[in-house]
């Protein structure tokens, strides 16, 4: 190991994504780079330049040594980052940390630990690198493409509303409450066939989420007793919903109640498998379109380290 390789590895690589920050994102590089001075932070960085250009930034810092990395964006940078992490061979991917600056529209990830959408306080948790090694799904489609998440994943009515959300992000925070609701009016359901366990299931589907985190779609909460480290996928099936059924309980997409709808069931599984009979619907992972489709999915325990806000 040289001796620039024994310097990286305890310095931080920051990947920033420049599109975030609904605009204001050299106001917040500044800021950025006070507070990391300020605390004394060793740190190099880039900018990407074009879409997934993390993955092969992150693959490179860790060639050159790194071992910890800083996402700057939101929830699309941050899944990027990780699929970089999981993709790249040089080091076992446990190995490797990663702390986040939110700067996007949804930052889903960053709620289940309650990890501040604010610079300073967020730079703050990264200093005291408190980590937990946390569970990553990995998905395979139909063309074997293997894609990551560190989130949540699905396919149907979620994925509808992530390829409706590309035309509505000028909106800000409120274009995911839009899309749903374009969602609830024109996304036609079908029906999937879901085996995992010793189980198939064949039912009308408005979609079927894959959990590892709380969140999702701007904060709506789909999945149920999470547990990031637990080994397994929160799988949540919604069934027949119908628009008025969404609708009369938008609450409880916020609270996580909607998990006790009887059009609902949940399940716990490492591997699960879901063939749609009648259509090819969007896939979505961490709020990214991935394919269309049938899909598989399967958990990777206690892959990578993740700077939180431990309480």
């Not at 330049?49 to 700057?72: C, M, P």
């Not at 937990?132 to 989130?151: H, S």
């Not at 010793?198 to 789909?222: A, H, P, R, Y």
């Not at 069931?265 to 490492?270: E, F, G, I, R």
């Amino acid at each position: 190991m040289s001796y620039i390789d024994k310097i990286n590895r305890f310095s931080w690589f920051i990947i920033a994504n420049s599109t975030s920050g609904n605009g204001d994102f050299s106001k917040q590089w500044k800021e950025i780079r006070q507070n990391l001075n300020h605390k004394n932070l060793d740190y190099s960085f880039a900018f990407t330049q074009f879409s997934k250009h993390e993955v092969d930034l992150v693959q490179n810092a860790i060639k050159k040594g790194f071992r910890n990395i800083i996402s700057v964006g939101g929830d699309g940078t941050l899944h990027n980052v990780v699929n970089g992490i999981m993709l790249q061979r040089y080091v076992k991917t446990s190995e490797l940390t990663i702390g986040v600056i939110p700067l996007g529209t949804g930052n889903d990830w960053i709620k289940t630990y309650h990890i501040p959408n604010h610079i300073e306080k967020s730079i703050e948790i990264i200093q005291r690198k408190k980590t937990i090694l946390q569970d990553i799904g990995v998905l395979k489609t139909t063309n074997c493409k293997l894609t990551y998440f560190n989130n949540v994943a699905g396919l149907g009515y979620d994925g509808y509303i992530v390829n409706k959300l590309k035309s509505l992000k000028r909106f800000g925070a409120i274009a995911y409450l839009l899309a749903g609701i374009y969602g609830l009016l024109f996304y036609k359901k079908s029906t999937f066939k879901i085996i995992f366990d010793d189980k198939v299931i064949e039912t009308n589907c408005l979609m079927t989420i894959f959990g590892i985190c709380k969140f999702s779609g701007g904060g709506m909460q789909f999945t149920k007793n999470v547990h990031t480290t637990d080994g397994l996928l929160d799988i949540t099936i919604a069934k027949n919903l119908t628009f008025f059924d969404l609708i009369f309980h938008l609450p409880k997409l916020y609270s996580g109640k909607i998990v006790q709808h009887k059009k609902v069931a949940t399940y716990k599984t490492n591997r699960i498998t879901v063939i749609p009979k009648n259509a090819k619907p969007f896939i979505q992972a961490d709020g990214e379109l991935v394919g269309t489709g049938e899909v598989s999915v399967e958990i990777i325990e206690k892959a990578v380290k993740f700077c939180v806000n431990i309480l």
